[in-house]
């Protein structure tokens, strides 16, 4: 059992009336700006399961962090798209587990994905606030970790993305903002700690200064929130004015070098229960025989893009760029909620913040995406009922 009581009794209260008017209060609060399928339920994770959860997170953690893992992220990130001054770690990180059973049928959550980049920190704040006014949430339970509540959980986000720093001269840089799917993400970290959302090709550069027009001012840029996706700048033939390997005079949050240093590049340099084995394409000599149980994945694409699930010798012999792929071994989805339209399988996102002057990350607060089909991600699940995305609220 990987839920606690408390789903039969949201279940047996579930009115779907309710849950629309959930749906439509987060639209109106986000600019109408939803552009993802919010589920009907959070996830009710047992005790047993937040343990494990954050025990899988604590070992990855560590291990990233060792000298042996470390040493070798550099590796990750060419010399033509090394951008200068890059800090000591990255400002934010996050672990995706697939929520899965052993042998036994005890909890063991599989390390799917992690990223050296933001997430949606702000909404997951407006949801947590939204499904509390709308649906009965127990005080007792929370989505938050370390003794956070929501208001420290925003304090901390503040912290780390104004510093010394006054809002306007703080931006949320992104690929045409307003077209993006998680853009209500950025209008609800406006609305918090008024950091706008500014397309990179509205940023000017002079020297190593850059800078964006604000009601008809220009005004100097001194932290960039950084929210560019680099395999989606890669397919979008934009002139902009500055370069990431420019040599600025900008604080960048995360500095663009960890989006390839901790991504599924690390995967296979773990050694983990919590991990599954997984391998760089291009050092195989030849394939695993049984290529049914791996998938293939692009290193550096995120929402579940060039995914290949279905494998054959053809599709691996396909690929021409075998050193941007790696194979992982398949993991076997739980189907963990009980929902009236049958079991849903669940991951888990472990999200966590990094202050410059803290020696570790902090597990802050968590994300869940929940499907019945063969992949896990909000752009693939906009049609099913008791699928999506949503929150988990442990005890």
Known sequence: MLESDYRKTFNAAFKTEVYEALVADIRTSGRNALDF????????????????????????????????????????????LAAPNEDAHPQFLQLDFAICEDANGNPLPQLIELQGFPTVFAFQAMLDEKLRRHYPIPSQLTSYFNGLTR?????????????DSAPENVILLEIEPEKQKTRIDFYATEDYFGVAPVCLTDVKKRGRKLYYRKNGKEIPIERIYNRVIFDELDKKNLSFEFSFQDDLDVKWLNHPNWFMKISKYCLPLFQSKYAPQAYFLADLERYPDDLENYVAKPLFSFSGG???IDLTKEDLDKIEDKSNYLLQRKVNYAPAIDTPEGGTKVELRMMFFWRDSDATPTLVNNLVRMSRGKLINTMFNKVQNWTGSNIAYHE
């Open 37 to 80: 399928r919010v589920c009907e339920t959070p996830f009710f994770p047992t005790r047993k399961l937040t343990d494990e959860l954050v025990s899988a997170a604590n070992d990855i953690v560590r291990q990233l962090m060792s000298e042996r893992v470390w040493k070798r992220l550099d590796s990750a990130v060419p010399p033509s």
């Open 151 to 163: 208001e420290t959980y925003l304090a901390f986000l503040k912290e780390i993305l104004l510093g």
């Open 306 to 308: 060039g995914v290949m």
